[in-house]
């Protein structure tokens, strides 16, 4: 039960795209399309971002997009805006658990 | 309006008990599968337990198992987590959790109903 890994920081200037990764293994990330990507700010609850990879929930913006390259994920913002400043968690299915769900270490991400 | 709410954290002295309860409001708790997510203090998001709708099917993080479990009553709308023989490692933020789609695992489309979290504090 390995957390995914993921940089402990990204940071960008307003208007600017940044990319955070999520690496796993062909038990979780590379073996199965079903990653989730959570926004925590603060002293809040976590919130869905991406589920599936690549698919939005409604209400969040089209800035956030996801995808995936083998053992990889990755979280893209474009237009990088002050509210984004906050953690983000990615999450997988892994077969290596009776549990089911891995969290990855979570990138704070910092607007300059 | 769908929410979460649990409640039943506390200072605990290490060895002790605690159960925490999440009271689930504005969709049919019964058909959603339900998670507990911890958060130590600032440390990343750990998974500790899923139980099926129904409560025939439990599973837990490697850390907890034979100390901690999960359980249901869908009468009431609510999720449990008894926490037996505590450590200061079980110190954390706990959040109950629903997947956001019905009768699905919480892991395969993510998990976009989360509670404000209840606070537990294992220190002597």
């Known amino acids: 039960q390995s957390a995914l890994t993921q940089p402990a920081s990204v940071s960008g200037s307003p208007g600017q795209s940044i990319t955070i990764s999520c690496t796993g293994t062909s038990s979780d990330v590379g073996g199965y399309n079903y990653v989730s990507w959570y926004q925590q700010h603060p002293g809040k609850a976590p919130k869905l971002m991406i589920y599936?990879?690549?698919n939005r929930p409604s209400g969040v913006p089209d800035r956030f997009s996801g995808s995936k390259s083998g053992n990889t994920a990755s979280l893209t913002i474009s237009g990088l805006q002050a509210e984004d400043e906050a953690d983000y968690y990615c999450?997988?299915?892994?077969?290596?658990?009776?549990?089911?769900?891995?969290f990855g270490t979570g990138t704070k991400v910092t607007v300059l | 309006e769908v929410q979460l709410v649990e409640s039943g954290g506390g200072l605990v002295q290490p060895g002790g008990s605690l159960r925490l309860s999440c009271a689930a409001s504005?969709?049919?708790?019964?058909?959603?599968?339900m998670s507990w997510v911890r958060q130590a203090p600032g440390k990343g998001l750990e998974w500790v337990a899923n139980?099926?709708?129904?409560?025939?099917?439990?599973y837990y993080v490697d850390s907890v198992k034979g100390r901690f479990t999960i359980s249901r009553d869908n009468a009431k709308n609510s999720l449990y987590l008894q926490m037996n023989s505590l450590r200061a490692e079980d110190t954390a933020v706990y959040y109950c959790a629903a997947p956001s789609s019905s009768w699905s695992r919480p892991y395969y489309y993510g998990m976009d109903v989360w509670g404000q979290g209840t606070t537990v504090t294992v220190s002597s």
């Open positions: 504005g969709f049919t708790f019964s058909s959603y599968w």
């Open positions: 999450s997988s299915y892994t077969s290596s658990s009776t549990l089911g769900g891995v």
């Open positions: 599936e990879v690549s």
């Open positions: 139980i099926k709708q129904d409560g025939s099917e439990k």
